[in-house]
């Protein structure tokens, strides 16, 4: 189990990663994965745009609440939404770099800031946030119990957190990442959740809806080499993303077949 101390010294490397992006081969070779096909099929079967549209259902009327977004880089799909919509706006990240790119698309909204800052470390002193949004964050952090901690203590009484992260639940998915992991440039603060992981949150927080994406529908990339029409590929897609969809609510089963997982939770 790490140390809060060694996650700060870890995070100072994680800092310069993702300023300078240096990248080994397998490393960029796994993000050309990540982010051309598995976007390019979250995208034509609907995942993303659903669960866009599902947060902001989870973000409620925001003109009353602090809102915190967690390691947001340079912004992510919703920061501008985040930032019009609130009664107070603030974005971190470790990376100085993103977020000065961040602090100019933050401009036109005079109740937004963006600071590069460690989550962890003693500077941030912010608390009280009525919303935690942690888009693709949660995993950087190799101790849940240091950052579930960590959460409590800046947020209100009754404040959300809104997480998606990926999984490493499902046999094939677990199977390619451990083969990838001893080649992998940003491996010491890549920790997709385990089946442990994901009880540790539903004990700490009340958990109001979950959400599994690519189990059954993370095969339609298999369904791309059959003679048969693109639309009719694409409802095969639709379909089974909606079950994925349905089913993980509710399931455990279900969920653990899926790549990734977004969460509303309460503070307790």
Same mark, same amino acid.
């Given at each position: 189990?790490?140390?809060?101390?060694?996650i700060?010294?870890?995070?100072?490397?994680?800092?310069?990663?993702?300023?300078?992006?240096?990248?080994?081969?397998?490393?960029?070779?796994?993000?050309?994965?990540?982010n051309?096909?598995?976007n390019? &099929?979250?995208k034509?079967?609907?995942?993303?745009?659903q669960?866009?549209?599902l947060h902001? +259902?989870?973000?409620?009327?925001l003109?009353?609440?602090? +809102? #915190?977004d967690?390691?947001?880089f340079?912004?992510?799909?919703?920061?501008m939404?985040?930032?019009?919509?609130?009664?107070?706006? *603030?974005g971190?990240?470790l990376?100085?770099?993103?977020?000065?790119? *961040?602090?100019?698309? *933050?401009?036109?909204?005079?109740?937004a800031?963006?600071?590069?800052?460690?989550?962890?470390?003693?500077?941030?002193?912010?608390?009280?946030f009525?919303?935690?949004?942690?888009?693709?964050?949660?995993?950087?952090?190799?101790?849940?119990?240091?950052?579930?901690?960590? #959460?409590?203590?800046?947020?209100?009484?009754?404040?959300? @957190? @809104?997480?998606?992260?990926?999984?490493?639940?499902?046999?094939?998915?677990?199977?390619?990442?451990?083969?990838?992991?001893?080649?992998?440039?940003?491996?010491?603060?890549?920790?997709?959740?385990?089946?442990? &992981?994901?009880?540790k949150?539903?004990?700490?927080?009340?958990?109001?809806?979950?959400?599994?994406?690519?189990?059954?529908?993370?095969?339609?990339?298999? +369904?791309?080499?059959?003679?048969?029409?693109?639309?009719?590929?694409?409802?095969?897609?639709?379909k089974?993303?909606?079950?994925?969809w349905e089913k993980?609510?509710?399931?455990?089963?279900? *969920?653990?077949?899926?790549?990734?997982l &977004?969460?509303?939770?309460?503070?307790?």
């Amino acid at each position: 189990m790490k140390t809060t101390q060694e996650i700060l010294e870890t995070n100072k490397k994680q800092k310069e990663f993702y300023n300078n992006f240096k990248q080994n081969f397998f490393t960029k070779l796994w993000a050309k994965f990540r982010n051309g096909i598995l976007n390019k &099929t979250r995208k034509n079967i609907g995942v993303s745009n659903q669960t866009y549209d599902l947060h902001r +259902v989870w973000f409620g009327d925001l003109k009353d609440k602090k +809102v #915190l977004d967690l390691g947001c880089f340079s912004g992510n799909a919703l920061s501008m939404y985040l930032a019009e919509n609130s009664k107070s706006y *603030l974005g971190i990240d470790l990376s100085d770099v993103a977020i000065s790119k *961040l602090s100019d698309r *933050l401009k036109p909204y005079p109740n937004a800031k963006a600071e590069a800052i460690d989550f962890l470390s003693d500077e941030f002193t912010e608390r009280n946030f009525d919303l935690v949004y942690a888009y693709g964050v949660l995993h950087h952090f190799p101790s849940t119990d240091i950052l579930i901690n960590r #959460l409590n203590e800046i947020m209100s009484d009754n404040a959300s @957190i @809104i997480s998606y992260d990926p999984l490493e639940t499902s046999w094939p998915v677990k199977l390619v990442r451990i083969l990838y992991r001893p080649f992998q440039s940003d491996a010491d603060w890549e920790w997709p959740f385990t089946k442990e &992981t994901i009880q540790k949150y539903h004990n700490a927080f009340d958990v109001i809806e979950r959400r599994g994406i690519l189990g059954k529908s993370k095969w339609v990339f298999v +369904v791309n080499f059959l003679p048969i029409s693109e639309e009719r590929k694409k409802k095969i897609g639709q379909k089974w993303h909606q079950q994925d969809w349905e089913k993980s609510a509710v399931s455990d089963y279900a *969920l653990y077949k899926c790549m990734h997982l &977004t969460m509303l939770m309460k503070k307790k």
